[in-house]
């Protein structure tokens, strides 16, 4: 657990510092993309209608509304949001930093279970790199060896 903490506070400072925002003491976005290398056009996955967002928001609405057919069909008309893998690991970070006892506090960022749910995340992000770009690089070890077996390190600390 302790090279866990150590890679993370290299990559972004003691307490995780560069990940929690300074000043606003909000998930720091700028420094998570300087981090991962960017946000590339390949990493696209989907778009919101797509995935059928629309269709289960259109539902809930018209099932909060009750009879009212007119405003539930706002949603069916909406075009589709595209995300990307990036949007996805940024909703996981989110999620992980929010399930912290005291997320804008000092300590944000400081517990084991913090670390090793981030560098699960931050593992598999990598992993899905490796697997798109393994033809290029040619790096089969790490892709199929090395990133898995840390996945899951991460994912047994995690649970544990």
Same mark, same amino acid.
């Given at each position: ?5 150590? %890679?993370?506070?290299?990559? @972004? ?9 300074? /000043? $606003?003491k909000e998930? *720091? ?51 589709? %949001?595209?995300?990307?893998? @990036? ?9 992980? /930093? $929010?399930?912290?006892? *005291? ?34 690089s040619g ?22």
């Amino acid at each position: 657990m302790r090279h866990i903490r150590r %890679k993370l506070e290299r990559q @972004y400072g003691a307490g995780l510092v560069g990940l929690i925002h300074p /000043v $606003s003491k909000e998930f *720091n976005h700028e420094a998570v993309i300087y981090q991962r290398g960017g946000r590339h056009a390949d990493e696209a996955v989907s778009d919101t209608r797509s995935v059928g967002l629309h269709y289960v928001m259109h539902h809930l609405h018209a099932a909060t509304l009750g009879d009212d057919k007119e405003r539930p069909n706002k949603w069916m008309e909406l075009k589709g %949001k595209r995300f990307d893998r @990036y949007d996805i690991v940024s909703f996981l970070y989110g999620w992980i /930093v $929010s399930l912290q006892e *005291n997320p804008q506090g000092d300590t944000a960022g400081a517990s084991n279970c913090f670390l090793a749910s981030f560098e699960l995340v931050q593992q598999t992000d990598y992993f899905a790199a490796d697997l798109a770009n393994i033809a290029l690089s040619g790096n089969y070890f790490d892709a199929f060896f090395y990133t898995p077996t840390h996945i899951q390190g991460n994912f047994a600390a995690t649970y544990e």
